[in-house]
């Protein structure tokens, strides 16, 4: 919706009611999701200053525009919001530069402004943190300021048409030239062409390009280069450069995401990105503390999915929970009048568990972004790595497991909404397409889910051999002694039957494996015949962190009862809603029975029913700018069907009451049938 409208304070009477009584401090909530007061008051100057800026509006609905024009209308507006951010004074009241634009491109806002992809996003989110996480102090002194002042635009470029998964695969290369003190970049087959990265096809005029390293005939494997596309000011392709866009794609179709290839470009060997490898003039290569670390930006980008896809389940949770409270169906008692379909306790077992997902996800993103931090600390004092495969088991479970669930999440948001969820106006349509290529990107989610059963395997084998654990697995210390059932269904005690299922379901699975073996099966032929069994358990691992964090995270907090109360029962849904998914899981493995089944459904019953008053609050806390909605059906003030019949009125076929392909193709078929 090209909305103009500010936060609007009517409500329709519905939403009165809902919102008449709370039981919660909302703002307490708000200054949870924001990071503190100060961040909310930031975010929301923020948005007052940015929402009435009529050049950050579209002049049309995007779903509208043709591809070229939604290409443009995003150029410009990001383009816009970087000359913004440098010079408008209000914005350097509240600390305006190039620090802001990145702080606003990983908010929330950047959903509002830019609709369906910005084809900026990827300098601001992997440009710029290949430069700061993966480049030497002196590259970073040449190259930071004019990627932050926009003198240079540029984008990660690493997938090839051939390999996104096996990085190992990839095929294009970086030959050292030692006569000329130049690298070489070719790509030697059409599998070597780069394939998809966002802003590369005619917005980036530079690129991180992952290239195998070879030097005097050895391969090093991939590492980072930066690369010149275009020429600057006229903006052509450099030569030996064949760059452009990929075409339409599920969503996101405002980005140009892009194609590349390398004829034999050189470039200085001092655009090797040298923070962890080096190749010194004389072509000695000096090696990183550990290979791994040249994978970093993918490892910050997928703790950056865990945040923005848990903002997306706001906005959708929002709009759904709304619309539920407004919207009246069917009958509850016959002859009655008909309810707010929030009643039904279907509906209320579709958005309250995914709310209260949203609180799951934030605090174990919250876990996850300290632990990058501190890995990030120790990279940067050139201590031990020890955290190193923590970090990536846990980023890789997370982002697998909340892009998957926050995609499904969504879904069952569009359906819980009807027939409107289906309008483009309602925004779940575009919600669920730029959410559901988290799946894919930055490691699809199967291939993630082996890597963290990789490191399961690997912990459990240390377990059983009394070795060190890293934190997320310490609980399988405790694995030869535990009887699988639990006692108590407590949420401690549910996390508890999480911890035993995990370890049966290895138990198991390594079993499986051994047997393989001794029958004679390669390691990866037997790990390949287990792999399903393999990505369960890893699922199952996962779920159990987000269990313990959130719980935990509810022990240390400090706020006031009210919202204390409230996060409680969230809790207590989230952990009941997860246990009964996989209760299958947890009665297989002895952790529960089926009576102990029973009466968590039972406890499910009554959490929806004691929840459900506050649901319009809870969403309401998130504090959802109607520009960040930009939403029929989750406006604040809930006028639902004159929002949805005002933009039916935008379609470019209602500018005419017969349209020209009547007279066209209908108007001779039905004059012939006279
Ligand atoms: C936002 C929108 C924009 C989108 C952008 C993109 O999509 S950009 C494109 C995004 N593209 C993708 O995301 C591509 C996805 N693919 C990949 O990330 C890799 O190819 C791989 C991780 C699947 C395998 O890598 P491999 O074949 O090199 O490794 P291996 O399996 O042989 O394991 C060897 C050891 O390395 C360890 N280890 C591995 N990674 C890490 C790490 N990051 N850190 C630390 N450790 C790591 C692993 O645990 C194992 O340890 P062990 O057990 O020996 O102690
Ligand atoms: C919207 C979008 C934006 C993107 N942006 C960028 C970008 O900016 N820069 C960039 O470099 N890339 C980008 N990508 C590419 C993305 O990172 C890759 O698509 C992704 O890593 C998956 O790789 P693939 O496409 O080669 O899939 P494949 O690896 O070919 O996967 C296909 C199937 O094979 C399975 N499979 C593969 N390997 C294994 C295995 N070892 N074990 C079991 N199953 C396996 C997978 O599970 C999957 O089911 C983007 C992709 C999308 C969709």
Redesign the pocket.
Known sequence: MAGKQVQVRFCVPDLQKERANCSFNKEEITNIFDGGEHNTETRRKLQNIIFSDPNLQDPIPPDYMSHEQRYENELRKAVYVMKKFMTDPQLQDIGGGPEAIKWMYNSILRHAIHKDGNPLM?HF??FLGAIMGQMSEEQQAEWLPKAMSGEIIGT?T??ELGH?????GLETTATYDPVTDEFIIHSPTITATKW?P?GLGKTSSFAVVMAQLHIRGQNYGPHPFVVQLREHVTHASRPGITVGEIGPRLGLNSNDNGFLRFDNVRIPRTNMVMKHSKVLKDGTYVKPK?A?LS?GV??L?RVG?CYDVCWQLMRATTIATRYAAVRHQSELEVGEAEPQIIEYQTQQYKVLPMIASVYAIWFAADTLRHTYMEVQKNINKGSDLDL??E???SSCALKALFSTDVTDGISVMRLGCGGHGYLASSNLPRIYTSTTPSQT????NT?LWL?VA??LI?SFREASKGGRLQPSVAYFKNHQTQTRRITDLSNSGLVSGYERSVLSMLEAVAKQLQQYSEEGMRYEHAWNACSVRLVNVAKVHARYIVCDQFVKALAKYEGSSGVRQIMDQLCRLYMIYSVTNDQGILLKSGALTPDQCNLLEEELGELLAALRPEAVNLVDAFDLHDEVLDSTLGAWDGDVYNRLYNEAMKSPLNKVDVPDAYYKYLQPLMKSNL
Not at 164 to 168: M, P, S, V
Not at 441 to 444: A, K, N
């Open positions: 990827l989110g992997m990660y690493q997938t996104g998964t096996f990085l190992r998809w966002g550990s791994k994978y993918m490892v980008t999915i190193l495969p970090l990536h088991a990107y930055e490691g699809e291939v890597q990789r490191f690997k």
